[in-house]
């Protein structure tokens, strides 16, 4: 995986390595260098090979990915999005005694994938998309993200004053995520709602500018990276996930873990996995006002937010808690591991 240090592919890749290493698979992680996601690895006891996993002139990645692989002998190797793919397939080579599969969690060019006997997306649609883009559909499998069972996580101390109500939004601070929507709708709610912000990127700046701007003041927190999402959540009264393009969305099943209400947009993510009115709200893309009234509807209406959270925990549990997704994955690599003929 040679992933940025933050963002939901990247943490998803972490928490699927654990929970195999918990099941008694054995498993190599190997990963871009980066100190954090390296101690959060060994610490759980599964310490991570790190390569740099450079740009064109990295002439070093590769083969010392062919070295830890050889070393290694793994039946399956999974390349965890493009790039990772890319250097995969150089350090495997033509006729590899492994597997070759990728893992997509977006759209990403298909060409990278070329070496693999097996593709993994995690929505419907994303399998649909890869199938439009020629790929043969018998290899290409969804295979759902899960989540960390989160209910029951004691809350974190939010920075507001007592009788604030807070509602939570969570990911990298990109114009994809258009948290910009989300300040906007927060001006139109009532001045007790407040807004915790986790995350950071690009757009920080220009989203504290905006949130001046709109006159929120202390009515929005923006509290950097944190790895505290099940406490974050129990401390909020609803996840609120104002994307534009979201091709799947891990921080709406972690408020479905939670037990959370979710009100998100009508991106390709949160429309596969929210059924609207059943187990969470959808509202158009960048529509500020919509958005702000759906929050106000459960706000009024505290009984009807609870039966969405309810609904979203059951969903959470029939298919994305931690035992039915690392199911789904032992499927995928078993079949990947048969149709390179790697089984016996």
């Known amino acids: 995986m040679a992933g940025a240090p933050h963002g939901g592919a990247e943490a998803f890749f972490e928490r699927l390595v654990l929970a195999q290493h918990r099941a008694g698979m054995d498993v190599l992680a190997v990963i871009r260098r980066d100190a954090g996601r390296a101690a959060r690895l060994t610490e759980a006891g599964l310490p991570p090979t790190q390569l740099r996993f450079g740009g064109p002139l990295d002439w070093l990645t590769a083969p010392r990915l062919r070295r830890e692989l050889k070393t290694f002998r793994p039946r399956v190797v999974v390349a965890w999005m493009s790039r990772a793919a890319g250097f995969a397939r150089a350090a495997s080579g033509r006729n590899p005694p492994w597997a070759m599969t990728g893992r997509l969690g977006g759209a990403y060019p298909l060409r990278h994938y070329s070496a693999c006997d097996l593709l993994a997306a995690n929505t419907q649609g994303l399998c649909d998309w890869i199938t439009a883009q020629g790929w043969p559909a018998d290899r290409v499998r969804r295979v759902p993200n899960f989540a960390a069972d989160l209910l029951g996580t004691p809350p974190a101390t939010l920075p507001f004053a007592p009788g604030a109500i807070p509602l939570l939004a969570m990911g990298r601070l990109h114009p994809n995520k258009d948290f910009a929507t989300l300040l906007r709708a927060m001006a139109l709610l009532p001045g007790q709602v407040h807004l915790a912000l986790a995350g950071d990127g690009p757009e920080r700046i220009m989203l504290e500018t905006l949130a001046g701007e709109l006159g929120l003041g202390r009515r929005v927190a923006f509290l950097g990276w944190r790895q505290d999402v099940g406490a974050l959540l129990a401390a909020s009264r609803m996840l609120v996930v104002p994307s534009r393009i ?99």
Do not use: C, K, Y
Request: no cysteine; hydrophobic share 50%; net charge negative.
């Open 246 to 344: 979201e091709p799947l969305g891990n921080v709406v099943l972690e408020g479905f873990s939670a037990s959370r209400p979710v009100v998100a947009t009508l991106a390709d993510g949160p429309r596969e996995v929210i059924r609207p009115e059943e187990n969470g709200m959808l509202v158009p893309i960048g529509d500020a006002p919509a958005l702000a009234a759906a929050i106000t509807t459960l706000l009024d209406q505290p009984e009807r937010a609870e039966a969405l959270a309810a609904a979203g925990r059951a969903a959470f549990l029939a298919e994305h808690a931690e035992a039915a997704g690392l199911a789904a994955w032992a499927r995928f690599l078993e079949e990947a591991a048969r149709r390179h003929g790697s089984l016996a």
